[in-house]
């Protein structure tokens, strides 16, 4: 069992949004400004597309937008593409001794 | 470019060991803390290990403590993990990843991974 709880599942048509959960805890989500998100297409490695809640790399689209309220964080995607289909994990630094914890993982389908 | 490539991954019996390396170029290796983060089969991400810039700060999940060592050496620009005792629960891809030098860094990037598995 992963310790952020992510939906398994989340679809929409291209254009739409579409926005991911990942809710964690007072000692992860909730303490810290450290979550990322990742996108991993299959058999490829993830790739970071947000970072410490909000920031976006260099390169990744400003479709992708992320959030926290509380103990939960969000990813968004607007204006949904094809090539967003992809699983998506989000991570939190938790401190202590399980430094980083991730989430299920969601997978997006773009219908 | 930054590039990781790891490599050591392959098929051990339960209890075994294997030592995966994970190569680095294209950044200033030794600016960085870096970290091992497994996927099992069809499963979702699980950090393993982070090891600070000079080496010598170490943490590990629960499910690896007592059992992989990481360790890195700065002049080649390489990161180690050392895995013993291993268990069928081990089976996954190891990736290693550059991890940001601050409190909380994201992991950026990935490198391609290397499958470990472990069966008898």
């Known amino acids: 069992q992963s310790a952020l709880t992510q939906p398994p599942s989340a679809s929409g048509s291209p254009g739409q949004s579409v926005t991911i959960s990942c809710t964690g805890t007072?000692?992860?989500?909730?303490?810290?400004?450290?979550v990322s998100w990742y996108q991993q297409h299959p058999g490829k490695a993830p790739k970071v597309i947000i970072y410490e809640v909000i920031k976006r790399p260099s390169g990744v689209p400003d479709r992708f937008s992320g959030s926290k309220s509380g103990n939960t964080a969000s990813l968004t995607v607007s204006g949904l593409q094809v090539e967003d289909e992809a699983d998506y994990y989000c991570?939190?630094?938790?401190?202590?001794?399980?430094?980083?914890?991730f989430g299920g993982g969601t997978k997006l389908t773009v219908l | 470019q930054v590039q990781l490539v790891e490599s050591g991954g392959g098929l051990v019996k339960p209890g075994g060991s294997l030592k995966l390396s994970c190569a680095a170029s294209g950044f200033s290796f030794s600016d960085y803390y870096m970290t091992w983060i497994r996927q099992a089969p069809g499963k979702g991400l699980e950090w393993v290990s982070y090891i600070g810039t000079d080496g010598y700060s170490t943490y590990y999940a629960d499910s690896v403590k007592g059992r992989f060592t990481i360790s890195r050496d700065n002049a080649k620009n390489s990161l180690y993990l050392q895995m013993n005792s291993l268990r069928a629960g081990d089976t996954a891809v190891y990736y290693c990843a550059k991890t940001r030098p601050t409190i909380g860094g994201w992991f950026d990037p990935w490198g391609q991974g290397t499958l470990v598995t472990v069966s008898s």
């Open positions: 991570s939190s630094y938790a401190g202590s001794n399980n430094l980083w914890v």
């Open positions: 007072s000692s992860d989500v909730g303490a810290y400004t450290y």
